[in-house]
């Protein structure tokens, strides 16, 4: 009977620990299919792809705080898999928009990239109270929905570049757990499944609620801190 007792905690141990992974994988496998309709002129589809790897990011977070401690190959997988999803697959997209051919506007994306592998290097190494900067995911989410609304591409790529900013700031921003979390979560599931029109003034939503967080973000940080 007790040795049943421990091959059952055992299991669960296990579970627990590969769970978290498996949603870091999802993250970006998503990613991955986002890129590949992206590349074949299917928006709609990979951005409702790239909004599953943001759910699938918030998951794993949320699963991997029932481990007893962090496990350092959990924590890289995640960081590898945000790179892909959340900065490369915005960066290319980007490039895409912008004309799809080298030119100074590659700048752009470049620099997106390039601050989001730095912004998640940065976040590896630094207490894990808050984040310095805007997180890749929130910055990465906003990309790509703004693009999804076809905006002059002079505009998205001032949009990029402010994000790169943020990105690597020193900006103090909360963590969203509990219900704040699910607050921003719902919205992400109700856009997967919608079609148009609705999906569109369900991106305009995200874009509006990632700005609202961004905007307010260091005050709420504050406000958290007392």
């Known amino acids: 009977m007790s040795n049943n007792k421990n091959q059952n905690s055992e299991a669960s141990k296990y579970i627990i620990h590969i769970i978290p992974n498996i949603a870091s994988l999802g993250n970006l496998i998503s990613g991955f299919i986002a890129l590949t309709l992206i590349l074949n002129n299917q928006i709609l589809y990979a951005t409702k792809f790239f909004l599953l790897a943001v759910l699938l990011d918030g998951i794993d977070g949320k699963l991997a705080k029932l481990r007893e401690e962090e496990s350092e190959f959990g924590i890289q997988l995640d960081s590898l898999s945000d790179a892909i999803s959340f900065g490369f697959v915005p960066s290319v997209y980007l490039f895409i928009y912008s004309g799809g051919s080298l030119s100074v506007y590659t ?38 929905a703004f693009l999804y609304l076809e905006p002059q591409i002079y505009i998205s790529l001032i949009v990029a570049s402010i994000l790169s900013i943020l990105m690597i700031s020193e900006i103090k921003y909360p963590r969203l757990s509990g219900g704040k979390s699910l607050i921003a979560g719902i919205p992400l599931a109700l856009t997967i499944i919608t079609t148009e029109p609705i999906f569109s003034i369900m991106i305009t939503l995200t874009i509006f609620l990632a700005t609202l967080y961004i905007t307010l973000g260091s005050v709420l940080k504050w406000k958290l801190m007392k």
């Open 107 to 144: 700048l752009i994306p470049i620099l997106f990239v390039s601050i989001s592998i730095l912004r998640l290097a940065r976040f590896n190494i630094s207490p894990k109270n808050g984040f310095r900067g805007v997180p890749t995911t929130c910055a990465g989410l906003l990309l790509v």
